[in-house]
């Protein structure tokens, strides 16, 4: 096994101002875990993107490497947990926010951020899904949870044409749902109906709501990407006992609320998080993705590209130009 290996590696070049690289780096370079992986593919979200443009809530210290999902194969692993050889999957804690991330070939990290990649899900699958695929199944089940049934009424999906939105979208719609895609991309229709949007909503419809203390009730359930005032439209236009799963902050983090869709209309606020979920229920969910809630079409559902592709698909995501998943080949 040779010491060098390719990774992402961002910098800070002035000041508020940062550059991405592919690099050779050395496994001496990284960090003194436990577990060793050589990583096949991670993917792309929207917090590599943030990680990857310098914001200090996500990296504190540059330079660094982002990516904050991978599926590879064990190395070595000095805790006992894994035998060399095991196929594994790692999402969230610190893996590329402060601990060099999935766009390098090699991680090290604790062994309990890792998890034994499922039967019937290959490590290609498992990263088309990655931290998006994992976020909307935690949406999913949430919202299911709370006792949302296909036939209650159309689910609306913001930031439809993203990575949690597409994914939410493809896992409702197979569930039985109906879907309205909210989205802030109209040309891009036709492909979401293809996806299994029974509707397409123009996001600027959601602004017409925010100066409103209530709306008139349109959906029976949602899950959100955006935050910000599209959140609590979203949450004053829900039907009598409707939940929303919210789960991003594309948009912004804030918003501005009152209490009557909770008073008045018996509507559920209900938040989701990926990253510091337990281990044990991380794997739960990933049974279920590889399982109740596989996607016939995941095989096609995400662009592959290579490392040296990453920083023009970041700046991409970046300034809101991302559609669907980004895939990235990273080993071998
Ligand atoms: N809670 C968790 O554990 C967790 C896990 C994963 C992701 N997230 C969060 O979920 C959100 C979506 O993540 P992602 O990876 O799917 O991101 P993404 O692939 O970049 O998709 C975000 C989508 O949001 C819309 N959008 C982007 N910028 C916007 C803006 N300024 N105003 C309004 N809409 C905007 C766009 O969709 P349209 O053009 O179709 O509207 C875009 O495609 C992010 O905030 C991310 O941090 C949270």
Redesign the pocket.
């Known amino acids: 096994m040779s010491e060098m290996f390719k990774a992402l590696w961002v910098t800070e070049s002035g000041e508020d101002s940062f550059e991405q690289s592919i690099v050779e780096r050395s496994l001496s370079d990284l960090p003194d875990h436990p577990l060793l992986i050589k990583v096949a593919y991670s993917s792309l979200?929207?917090?590599d993107?943030?990680s990857a443009h310098g914001n200090r809530g996500v990296t504190r210290q540059y330079p660094h490497t982002p990516g904050i999902d991978a599926a590879g194969t064990v190395i070595s692993d000095t805790s006992g947990r894994f035998q060399e050889g095991d196929k594994v999957i790692v999402t969230?804690y610190d893996l590329g926010m402060n601990t060099a991330g999935g766009l390098g070939e090699y991680i090290r990290i604790p062994s309990e951020w890792a998890i034994h990649c499922p039967q019937g899900l290959s490590l290609r699958e498992a990263m088309i899904y990655g931290?998006?695929g994992?976020?909307a199944a935690?949406c999913i089940n949430k919202l299911r949870t709370a006792g949302a049934k296909p036939d209650d009424g159309d689910v609306a999906v913001?930031?439809?044409?993203?990575?949690?939105?597409s994914m939410a979208l493809a896992m409702l719609s197979k569930l039985g749902f109906n879907v309205a895609?909210?989205?802030?991309?109209l040309e891009?229709s036709e492909s979401l109906s293809k996806q299994g949007a029974s509707k397409v909503i123009d996001?600027g419809s959601l602004d017409e709501l925010a100066a409103k203390p209530m709306a008139k009730p349109q959906w029976a359930h949602a899950v959100d990407?955006?935050?910000?005032d599209?959140l609590f439209s979203l949450v004053k236009a829900l039907q009598y006992g409707g939940s929303v799963a919210a789960?991003?902050?594309?948009?912004a983090s804030n918003f501005k609320a009152n209490v009557f869709p909770f008073i008045l209309r018996n509507v559920n606020l209900l938040g989701?998080?990926?990253?510091e979920l337990p281990l044990a229920v991380k794997q739960q969910v990933w049974e279920q993705l590889a399982d109740e809630l596989k996607l016939p079409q995941l095989g096609s559902m995400a662009q592959e590209i290579s490392l040296e592709q990453v920083p023009q698909y970041l700046d991409q995501?970046f300034n809101?130009?991302?559609?669907g998943r980004y895939l990235v080949k990273v080993g071998s």
């Open positions: 979200n929207y917090k993107a943030l969230g931290t998006a994992l976020t935690l913001t930031g439809a044409t993203g990575g949690v939105g895609a909210v989205t802030g991309k891009a996001r990407c955006l935050g910000g599209y789960c991003g902050l594309a948009a989701v998080d990926s990253v995501i809101g130009h991302a559609l």
